[in-house]
């Protein structure tokens, strides 16, 4: 297997309820390491850039709304199978379809407010990563 990194955002309705750090100790716990993490208020136009694939979805205007409400955590989390081992820590998109003990399932009560983001492919991984990192806030762990 190999050390991937993949992008993940604490969504507003998470940063709201307090548990960054309860999200934050999930990755660890899993093995996952935070190598770069930050907190922002996205603009509108920042959060339609990061959702572009979705554009043409009836929920796009809901989702944009919803990224721009309040603050988010993004992070770079690094690890073993990092993009796969993260989607799973998450749980379904849709919290009601999420497995017992993931973040949707603990965290997130509706599809439209579901606490985390995870990058689905090692492509969307490296795209987001710079959508909002440069390489020079990434920090790989030396020791
Ligand atoms: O990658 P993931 O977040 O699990 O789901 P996507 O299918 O990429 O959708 C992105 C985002 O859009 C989802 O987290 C919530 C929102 N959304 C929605 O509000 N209603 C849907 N029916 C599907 C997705
Ligand atoms: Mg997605």
Same mark, same amino acid.
């Given at each position: 297997?190999?050390?991937?990194? @993949?992008?993940? =955002?604490?969504?507003?309705? +998470? $940063?709201?309820?307090? $548990?960054?750090?309860e999200?934050? *100790?999930?990755?660890?716990?899993?093995? %996952?390491? =935070? =190598?770069? *993490?930050?907190?922002?208020?996205?603009?509108?136009?920042?959060?339609?850039?990061?959702?572009?694939?979705?554009?043409?979805?009836?929920?796009?205007g809901?989702?944009?709304?919803?990224? #721009? *409400?309040?603050?988010?955590?993004?992070?770079?989390?690094?690890?073993?199978?990092?993009?796969?081992?993260?989607?799973?820590?998450?749980?379904? #998109?849709?919290?009601?379809?999420?497995?017992?003990? @993931? %973040?949707?399932? !603990? /965290?997130? $009560? @509706? $599809?439209?407010?579901?606490?985390?983001?995870?990058?689905?492919?090692?492509?969307? +991984? +490296?795209r987001? =990563?710079? /959508?909002?990192? *440069?390489? !020079?806030?990434?920090?790989?762990? @030396?020791?």
């Amino acid at each position: 297997m190999a050390v991937e990194r @993949t992008f993940s =955002i604490v969504k507003p309705d +998470a $940063v709201a309820k307090n $548990v960054i750090g309860e999200i934050y *100790s999930r990755f660890e716990r899993a093995g %996952l390491k =935070i =190598i770069a *993490s930050k907190m922002m208020h996205m603009s509108q136009e920042k959060a339609e850039g990061f959702y572009a694939e979705h554009k043409e979805r009836p929920f796009f205007g809901a989702l944009v709304e919803f990224m #721009t *409400s309040g603050p988010v955590m993004v992070q770079v989390l690094e690890g073993e199978n990092a993009i796969k081992a993260n989607r799973e820590i998450m749980g379904a #998109t849709n919290p009601a379809e999420a497995l017992r003990g @993931t %973040l949707r399932a !603990d /965290y997130a $009560v @509706t $599809v439209d407010e579901n606490a985390v983001h995870g990058s689905d492919a090692p492509e969307s +991984a +490296a795209r987001e =990563i710079a /959508y909002f990192f *440069s390489e !020079d806030e990434l920090c790989p762990r @030396t020791r």
